[in-house]
């Protein structure tokens, strides 16, 4: 601790003492603003023609400098922007217009805790402006991300709105803390994943989905050491930012109005049997099994009387709205920007459906020369109706899926069957239509995200800046489930006459953010920008739920009503974050720039001996462009080589792993402790060393940008439960071993192709390739992820050499044609097909992945078609070992490719024979692993801006009406219904698993824009 | 400046102060290690938590028992319970990773106990001999169960994680002679308890001498001791402890019945719910398994009298491979039936009247046949007439199994007898005789090395 704060001390006197260097003469100030848009300008060199006196303006374009007379003039230069020079004479305050270049070196990036100009990054920051995904309803700001930056995969885990959504920057780090990048929005680092409690199968809901992404101003991505290293143990995954819309100054209000309305759809429907067909099917199993189909119910012309689309039964098309209403505008002393909008997504899926309020403000005020504060508020709710899916047997379209379409959901009297109905298939079949109707899955949840801050000036460019913010989110679930259903009623150890549940819980995060910084300048080449500060974060989990069972009757659906109130349980969590931190940007000459960082956090998640670390990275540019002997290639704009080196951690393990516990249980109506978990006090941080080299170019002024990183990570003191033997009476303890690497390769590309007469269409390319592997283990003993596999031990498996996500099973070399029989790879040897047969039978990850983007725009008219792919990865069709089953058991329909089957001697088929009960030929093998790469159309859009005239006497200032269309088509060879897929939300090692995960959805929908 | 400067060090001074607030929060749930047992009050808890242990391998000690033999027929979809059903068992089967994890949890309770208590000053006596009593029986139980259910195992004797992380197997006859070391210690301090006591509740959840001698009883049946099974049983019997219900219905239905020997007890907030190995669930729930065919024949001869309770016919589960029947024995919470009984009264009478016919004593007062006419009169059963020794011995394996059908028996009894092949063979093209014993889960194998290569023949 004491070091720690001897840093700070050290730090800020060494900014004090600096401040003696500034020279005495007349004071002239000004603001340096665009002409294009009247934004101000930050960075921009004012210099003292002749001199070597001169200073750069601040965020806000401002700067102050000292002169010696009024017959010099100022030289104002900044990269990509026309130079001026201005003569003083008697102004003392002279504020500049200036012109700037088509390229995006002057574009602001968020870097954290500051801001920057693309130009002046050393590190690898990907930034997605929202222009890119305006015309596309997503539900959160994560799920923008998609095929829009290098470096990031984003995979919605399935189809139902607000549900679960993967972000990975530059692959996953970690085999048990969290993968997920940081998300830091207005400064705050939020709630990210799953906020409710109770489990609906695989998919949950995404606490970022409260964010509307229509406020949006800009997504900055850190991804390399030097970008990332301010956010220091908890940067290891990335780190996203997001800064909301502000308003500009000197801007008359302006109001802008949004309708979108539109359709969704399934992108493609599993592909199942007929009645006939499966009776057929079923008949011929039971009898290769040696036994009499007849006996066993199956009797043509009467089990297949009724033929049921399930698939078609339990789902819809649905209806997508949202309305937004905004105004934002401000003067020289105050800005700001108001929003509120109402989305409103049905899902696919019957009584499926998430809708969202959200409102914004943000608000800015310079309250003198030296002062200024503001404030920033997010105000969300949203209402979810969930449904059951995945794994769940009682899910909507899980259950629809595996349905036998023997049965009716209705009977004659067009009342649901419920599970016990002696007409209805009986368990594990539940009636999913019932299952989407008749319960109540509602999640309310609210967010409040609310910063304060002031800013003061102690001397020019000289700031000390406070900020507290909060992110309250509060989540009430609001369940029943009545006595028609299978929890309700056909369970009746859980409910038996209606089965409620009523959680609440409360995530909130206080931190207090305060960073002192300064701008200077040696010399007139030496541009250092330092920043300091000191943060504290405390985050609070509390929750409480509520289960009540034997309901008088289904009209009483709230626990006051309940018979037995007899489960229920509440809790608190803490933890904390006390970290210091700074970064020393140096400039010279615009040619050669480098960047130091640190982070010093200490984590309540760790023993004390381990509680605090130092995250240190450092970074170096060279502006090939600026040296003199590269004036003559006059068609390079800009060409920036960077390269960047430091260290990261992750931190998101879960509270008081650390410890060695021991928890209450129970005993015929006693309660007494029982241990809980083994104790590590050295548990410590994982960390991932970073190397990254970059290359930013620029051509023909900016008609063609390139950029190029490579770089190789490497995690190490892997958090992890190491498995260890029973016999010590624990199943595991948590230790940090292992490392992981990622190397990887991105490269974006930008061109504007053509841009004249009034035509312009540009292109924006991504690709990446991350080549992700586990270095180390404890052992070299496969460590099982995932679900219980049938004749292996599981579907997932880490092992060392082999990346994370990485599936396991029995080789199948294919069908006996003699016998029909599956036939595996007897890897040991022994003559036998056990679970020492399991072996590595593919990996989730892709081998490349990007997005491809084409824009044209023609007098008001734009067209976009964006698509997104990846390549080389693998899906573990887990779906496939229900529906393709060979006979396993008759409880479920099967797929089509069943009608391939073996049924003969000779047969040459990858189906093998179906025989009722065998469990040997539907072992868990290479035969459900298929491969994942798709290209898709995930948006095409076509939009009209009105002509001006038309518009202008409603005192419009602009009408824009589009039509765009989402997942319209997809190229891939996965034989399920959609390749983006993974039933086990937010799971690394366990990725890309399909097991009647509700596939991903079209969406066609028509948009009104009106600005006034 | 100056200002600046005092303030900046004020914030710095606040910050220190709530340093510890924000880094050290304490857990609500939990208790740390070393405040588990360090004084008297503490002893009551963990003592709870030696017993909670029990529970927690009560239900996969009967899955063990009546699932891997001749019981049940597969109808669901979990796999553990497709492999027991189907006779496929596998190293990787989750039932058989779920009876080992619970063994070797209660015995690190037990040894946990056995190690700390004698450390903690002031614990009273009685108190002390009574609770390292309960703890010996405990690690002697799961020790039984351990030998009779794998094999050779681990003999577990200390909390030392390092060593235990690399254990290798000991052979079955220590196992059980330190399960016999064990019983006999703990038969010694633990609580007399006397006849005609009422405390049934009690008497079923905690151990006492009597309980103990139950379990010996059995102890010494497996290990064919026929004249020790006889005289520990007829001391469980005379002792009038434990007493056998007038209807049998009560047995399937109730919890703590006046029989319960040792019984582990769920209430309305425990209740094992849809958890994976909770009996209620997977038979009548979900009904994962379900009784077969020839398990049904049994319990509805007139041989099994009102025993027929045991299970019970519905005709809206009867299509397909269904035959429509469901086990009863194990209840919700709101029916007051969760509980699972490990030994009851019952089973003395069987296990005496085994012992008797080994030792060919089939009549008279004394006689095995006398024995299973106490049970078959209760269960208003035609009595058993025969008196040829081998008939007797196998109205002894029957009577098991109208009685004791779902209590964890059936595997263990037919592979002690030897009667294993011709039963299981008979009922299962799939059985082989490398199921006489369970696989030694492969998770274990895999994270111990001194068990790799060492799983059990066949598997």
């Not at chain 1, 993968?179 to 400064?187: A, W």
């Not at chain 1, 900020?467 to 009430?476: E, H, L």
């Not at chain 1, 049924?903 to 469990?919: F, L, M, W």
């Not at chain 2, 009667?419 to 994270?447: G, H, T």
């Amino acid at each position: 601790m004491r070091n720690h704060y001897s840093t700070v001390i050290l730090g800020v006197l060494f900014m004090l003492l600096s401040v003696q260097l500034i020279a005495q003469g007349i004071r002239i100030s000004g603001r340096v603003t665009s002409a294009g848009d009247g934004q101000p300008l930050p960075g921009v060199n004012v210099l003292v023609k002749g001199t070597t006196n001169g200073v750069s303006t601040d965020a806000n374009g401002n700067y102050r400098l000292t002169v010696p007379d009024g017959s010099a003039s100022l030289l104002l230069t900044y990269i990509g922007i026309v130079t001026q020079e201005i003569a003083i004479g008697n102004r003392t305050v002279i504020n500049v217009q200036m012109v700037e270049a088509i390229n995006e070196l002057s574009q602001v990036v968020v870097t954290g805790y500051n801001t920057t100009q693309r130009k002046d990054i050393t590190g690898s920051i990907a930034s997605v402006s929202p222009e890119k995904f305006k015309n596309i309803p997503v539900t959160s700001f994560d799920q923008a991300l998609q095929g829009q930056a290098a470096g990031v995969q984003v995979t919605q885990s399935s189809g139902t709105p607000g549900g679960g959504i993967n972000v990975r920057v530059r692959g996953s780090t970690s085999i048990s803390a969290s993968n997920r990048p940081l998300f830091v929005v207005d400064g705050v680092p939020v709630e990210d994943g799953q906020l409710t409690n109770r489990e609906f199968g695989g998919q949950q809901d995404n606490a970022l989905a409260l964010f509307n992404p229509s406020d949006i101003e800009s997504i900055d991505v850190l991804k390399d050491a030097s970008a990332k290293a301010i956010y220091g143990s908890r940067a290891a995954n990335g780190v996203v930012l997001i800064t909301t819309k502000k308003g500009r100054s000197n801007q008359k209000t302006t109001f802008s109005a949004d309708v979108q309305r539109g359709m969704i759809d399934m992108v493609r429907r599993p592909n199942l049997l007929n009645a006939t067909e499966l009776l057929d099917l079923q008949r011929e199993a039971v009898t290769n099994a040696g036994q009499d189909p007849d006996k066993l119910g199956l009797i043509k012309g009467v089990t297949d009387g009724i033929n049921t689309d399930w698939v078609k039964a339990t789902t819809r098309r649905a209806i997508y709205q949202q309305y937004q209403l905004s105004a934002q505008g401000g003067n020289e002393k105050t800005q700001f920007y108001l929003s509120g909008n109402y989305r409103d997504e049905e899902g696919v899926q019957l009584n499926n459906e998430f809708g969202r309020y959200t409102g914004q403000f943000k608000f800015d005020h310079k309250a003198t020369s030296q002062l200024s504060f503001g404030t920033n508020i997010t105000l969300s709710r949203a209402k979810n109706k969930r449904v059951k899916g995945d794994n769940f047997l009682d899910g909507v379209y899980s259950g629809a899926v595996k349905s036998l379409p023997y049965y009716s959901p209705y009977d004659e009297f067009g009342r649901l069957y419920g599970p016990k109905d002696a007409n209805y298939a009986g368990f594990p079949n539940f009636n999913p239509v019932g299952q989407a109707l008749l319960p109540r899955f509602e999640s309310y949840t609210a967010k409040l995200l609310a910063g304060l801050y002031a800013e003061y000036e102690f001397i020019p460019n000289l700031r000390l800046r406070s900020k507290v913010s909060v992110d309250y989110n509060n989540v009430t679930e609001d369940n029943f489930e009545p006595s028609t259903t299978a929890i309700g009623g056909f369970l009746t150890s859980v409910g038996g006459q209606g089965y409620g549940d009523f959680s609440n819980s409360t995530y909130t995060t206080l931190i207090n953010t305060n960073t002192l910084t300064y701008n200077f300048q040696v010399a007139s080449k030496h541009h250092i920008n330092s920043m300091l500060g000191f943060e504290v974060l405390q985050r609070q989990e509390r929750s409480g739920n509520l289960q009540g069972r034997l309901f008088p009757s289904d009209d009483f659906t709230y626990i006051t009503s309940a018979g037995i109130v007899d489960q229920g349980s509440s809790y608190r969590v803490n933890s904390g974050l006390i970290s210091t931190f700074g970064e020393v940007r140096y400039n010279y000459d615009e040619r050669y720039l480098a960047t130091l960082t640190a982070r010093f956090d200490g984590s309540s998640r760790f023993g004390q001996s381990k509680q605090f670390g130092l995250f240190p990275s450092g970074s170096l540019a060279w502006r090939i462009s600026a040296e003199p002997f590269m004036k003559r290639f006059t068609f390079i704009s800009d060409l920036k080589l960077r390269t960047s080196f430091g260290f990261t951690g992750n931190e998101r393990i879960g509270n008081f792993q650390f410890l060695g516990t021991w928890a209450s249980n129970t005993y015929s109506g006693s309660t007494g402790v029982g241990p809980a978990a083994l104790t590590n006090p050295l548990l410590q941080w994982e960390r991932t060393r970073e190397a990254n080299v970059g290359l930013d170019a620029s051509f023909f002024s900016g008609r063609l940008t390139l950029t190029v990183d490579a770089y190789s990570n490497l995690t190490d003191k892997l958090l992890f439960a190491q498995p260890i033997p029973q016999t010590t009476g624990f199943g595991s303890v948590q230790g940090n071993i292992g490392k992981v690497s990622n190397r990887g390769a991105e490269v974006t590309i930008s061109t504007v192709n053509i841009d004249r007469g009034g035509i312009r269409w540009s292109t924006d390319l991504n690709l990446s390739r991350n080549d992700n592997k586990v270095v180390e283990l404890v052992s070299s003993e496969p460590i099982f992820r995932g679900y219980t596999g049938n004749g292996v031990s599981n579907t997932n498996v880490i092992l060392p050499g082999q990346p994370l996500g990485t599936f396991w099973g029995l080789k199948f070399l294919g069908v006996d044609p003699a016998t029909g029989d599956a036939i595996y790879d007897d890897k040991n040897g022994d003559g036998r097909i056990t679970p020492d047969d399991g072996q590595v039978i593919g990996n989730a990850q892709p081998k490349l992945f990007g997005g491809f983007t084409n824009r044209i725009s023609w007098k008001g008219i734009e067209l976009s078609g964006f698509f997104q792919f990846s390549y080389g990865n693998r899906i573990l069709n887990f779906t496939n070992q229900t529906l393709l089953n060979s006979g396993a058991d008759l409880q479920s329909n099967q797929s089509r490719k069943a009608l391939e089957r073996w049924r003969k001697e000779g047969d040459i088929s990858s189906v093998p024979k179906y025989v009722y009960q065998s469990t040997y030929n539907n072992f868990l093998s290479s035969r459900f692993v298929e491969d994942g790469s798709y290209v898709r159309l995930k948006n095409v859009s076509l939009g009209y801006n009105l002509p001006k005239q038309w518009i202008t006497r409603y005192k419009l200032s602009n009408v824009r009406i589009y039509a765009s269309g989402t997942n319209l088509w997809t190229l891939t060879r996965y034989s399920g219904p959609d390749p983006e897929v993974s039933t086990l939300d937010g799971s690394t090692t366990a990725q890309g698993i399909d097991f009647f995960t509700f596939p991903q959805v079209k969406t066609v929908v028509a948009g009104l824009s009106v600005n006034f | 400046m100056s200002r600046f400067i005092q303030y900046s060090l004020l914030f710095i001074l606040l910050g220190v102060s709530s340093c510890r607030e924000v880094l050290q929060p304490q857990p609500v749930d939990l208790l740390v290690d070393a405040l588990v047992l360090n004084e008297p009050n503490d002893v009551q808890p963990v003592r709870i938590g030696m017993y909670s242990a029990l529970r927690g391998m009560a239900a996969p000690i009967i899955i063990a028992g009546d699932f891997t033999a001749d019981y049940i027929q597969f109808n669901g979809t979990f796999n553990d319970y497709r492999e027991l059903g189907t006779k496929q068992i596998t190293a990787a089967n989750g039932a058989v990773d779920a009876l080992w994890g619970g063994l070797y949890r209660t015995i690190y309770v037990a040894n946990f106990m056995l190690e700390n208590l004698p450390k903690v000053a002031g614990v009273p006596e009685a108190t002390r001999k009574q609770v390292t009593a309960e703890a010996r029986f405990l690690r002697g139980f799961a020790n039984f169960i351990g030998a009779y259910t794998y094999g050779d195992i681990p003999q577990v004797t200390t909390t030392a994680q390092s060593a235990n992380r690399t254990i290798s197997r000991t052979s079955r006859a220590t196992i059980l002679a330190s399960v016999l070391a064990d019983y006999q210690a703990a038969l010694t301090d633990l609580p007399d308890v006397s006849s005609g006591s009422t405390n049934i509740t009690t008497n079923a959840t905690f151990l006492n001498k009597v309980s103990c001698q139950a379990a010996m009883a059995r102890f010494y049946l497996y290990q064919k001791n026929w004249a020790k099974a006889e005289e520990l049983a007829t001391s469980v019997i005379n002792s009038g402890v434990y007493k056998l219900e007038t209807n049998y219905v009560d047995i399937v239905t109730r919890d703590f019945t006046g029989e319960s020997i040792l019984e582990v007890g769920y209430n309305l907030s425990d209740d094992p719910g849809t958890s994976t190995f909770g009996l209620n669930n997977i038979l009548v729930g979900r009904r994962e398994v379900i009784p077969s065919n020839q398990l049904v024949l049994l319990l509805t001869s007139a041989e099994a009298g009102t025993r027929q309770q045991t299970i019970t016919f519905d005709s809206k589960n009867l299509r397909g491979s269904d035959n429509g029947w469901t086990v009863r024995k194990y209840g919700t919470a709101s029916e007051d039936n969760n509980n699972i009984v490990l030994i009851r009264l019952a089973e003395m009478y069987l296990i005496r009247a085994e012992a008797r016919a080994q030792l060919g004593r089939q009549t008279g007062a004394t006689g095995a046949v006398a024995d299973l006419n106490v049970l078959r009169t209760r269960a208003k059963a035609p009595a058993i007439t025969t008196t040829v020794q081998a008939d007797v011995l196998l109205a002894v394996e029957r009577e098991r199994v109208y009685e004791l059908a779902f209590e964890g028996h059936r595997w263990y009894d037919l592979v002690r007898t030897g009667r294993v092949q011709a039963v299981m063979s008979a009922f299962s093209s799939n059985w082989n005789s490398r199921y006489e014993l369970w696989p030694i889960p492969q998770r274990e194998i895999q994270q111990n090395p001194a068990l790799s290569g060492q799983q059990n023949p066949g598997y």
